[in-house]
């Protein structure tokens, strides 16, 4: 006999009828709203409709919920910024429609505001200092792609050759996480847009390495 869709069975036992995709979402948006800590493995059980035997059986436990749920957050950005990077021609040109995507999802009303990636576990206790060691791996790897595209553009003469792309790097990556915390307090998608075009201003151009 054919399983209904949405219908996880394991083992001999008796089939786990919930659809595990729809639970998941609920679970990323629960972090994604209140952070790892704060988010109570009962909050989580009622938000995702399952008994906390079932949470433990299908997800393994609370980090092991979250690390998935880490794993579906990104998937939803379908690697746009790796994306982004190669559309575009030049660094600025990256750098500009990576923060204006941004201030765009930080701010949709669907979802919750900022970026989980960016809030999501950045204060935790001793015990939670794997989750705390994700996120951080997660803003590195945006740090380390972000000064790789800074340097061709580098080899590519849109920079001079001795800007310093660490440097650029970290402070287009801190106007990211920035907005996430405005977006997270209230701000709209036009106040982030125009820090943006702050931010942009500050970028250098042939010849004008970053200020030490």
Same mark, same amino acid.
């Given at each position: 006999?054919?399983?209904?869709?949405?219908?996880?069975?394991?083992?001999?036992? *008796?089939? *786990?009828?919930?659809?595990?995709?729809?639970?998941?979402?609920?679970?990323?948006?629960?972090?994604?709203?209140? &952070?790892?800590?704060?988010? @109570?493995?009962?909050?989580?059980?009622?938000?995702?409709? !399952? @008994?906390?035997?079932?949470?433990?059986?299908?997800?393994?436990?609370?980090?092991?919920? %979250?690390?998935?749920?880490?794993?579906?957050?990104?998937?939803?950005? =379908? $690697?746009?910024?790796? *994306? !982004?990077?190669?559309?575009? +021609?030049?660094? *600025?040109?990256?750098?500009?429609?990576?923060?204006?995507?941004?201030?765009?999802? %930080?701010?949709?009303?669907?979802? +919750?505001?900022?970026?989980? !990636?960016?809030?999501?576990?950045?204060?935790?206790?001793?015990?939670?200092? +794997?989750?705390?060691?994700?996120?951080?791996?997660?803003?590195?790897?945006?740090?380390? @792609?972000?000064?790789?595209? !800074?340097?061709?553009?580098?080899?590519?003469?849109?920079?001079?050759?001795?800007?310093?792309?660490?440097?650029?790097?970290? %402070?287009? /990556?801190? /106007?990211?996480? $920035?907005? @996430?915390?405005?977006?997270?307090? &209230?701000?709209?998608?036009?106040?982030?847009?125009?820090?943006?075009?702050?931010?942009?201003?500050?970028?250098? =151009? +042939? $010849?004008?390495?970053?200020?030490?």
């Amino acid at each position: 006999m054919k399983k209904a869709a949405g219908q996880v069975q394991r083992g001999r036992g *008796r089939p *786990r009828c919930f659809d595990q995709e729809a639970a998941l979402e609920r679970a990323v948006l629960l972090f994604w709203d209140r &952070g790892y800590e704060a988010t @109570s493995l009962d909050e989580l059980s009622a938000a995702m409709g !399952i @008994s906390l035997s079932s949470l433990y059986a299908t997800f393994g436990g609370k980090e092991q919920l %979250f690390r998935t749920a880490v794993d579906r957050y990104l998937a939803r950005g =379908g $690697g746009a910024m790796d *994306r !982004i990077f190669a559309e575009e +021609p030049t660094a *600025r040109g990256a750098v500009r429609r990576l923060l204006e995507t941004a201030a765009d999802e %930080f701010t949709r009303p669907e979802h +919750p505001s900022g970026c989980m !990636i960016a809030l999501a576990g950045t204060q935790c206790s001793p015990d939670a200092r +794997p989750v705390q060691d994700l996120m951080r791996g997660h803003r590195e790897a945006w740090h380390a @792609s972000l000064q790789a595209r !800074i340097q061709r553009g580098m080899e590519d003469g849109e920079l001079a050759s001795d800007t310093d792309a660490a440097a650029l790097a970290t %402070f287009y /990556v801190t /106007v990211l996480l $920035g907005m @996430s915390v405005q977006a997270r307090d &209230g701000a709209s998608p036009e106040s982030l847009r125009a820090a943006v075009e702050a931010a942009m201003r500050a970028w250098p =151009g +042939p $010849g004008a390495p970053l200020a030490p």
